[in-house]
């Protein structure tokens, strides 16, 4: 199984940044897609960005203009640059990446990383 393994998270003051990684275990080349999901305490988990394998990405309203997402595929990992965080942003962040194969779609996650906008 595909190992995901998220860094970056941390507490930052409303209206700053923060930069966060999924390294993969394996060639993240060919897998159809990766994003990053998240979710608050008492809430439901939501879709945050997605990247294609050829680089086409999508954004929640909620973030257009202020995460990106994007791929390296030399290092094998995928990153999320997160700016103008408010403090609904607070959630733990999880990378996904799903795989299509002849019995349907497969998906992987990471165990999640913490990201807390207070002062």
């Known amino acids: 199984q595909l190992q995901l393994v998220e860094s970056g998270g941390g507490l930052v003051q409303p209206g700053g940044s923060l930069r966060l990684s999924c390294a993969s275990s394996?060639?993240?080349?060919?897998?159809?897609?990766m994003g990053w999901y998240r979710q608050a305490p008492g809430n439901e988990r939501e879709l945050v960005a997605t990247i294609t394998r050829g680089g086409t990405t999508y954004y929640a309203n909620s973030v257009k203009g202020r995460f990106t997402i994007s791929r390296d595929n030399d290092k094998n990992t995928i990153s999320l640059q997160m700016n103008s965080l408010k403090p609904e942003d607070t959630a733990v962040y999880y990378c996904?990446?799903?795989?299509?194969?002849?019995?349907?779609?497969?998906?992987?996650w990471g165990q999640g990383t913490q990201v807390t906008v207070a002062s």
């Open positions: 996904n990446a799903k795989r299509s194969s002849w019995s349907g779609i497969m998906n992987d």
């Open positions: 394996a060639s993240i080349v060919n897998i159809n897609t």
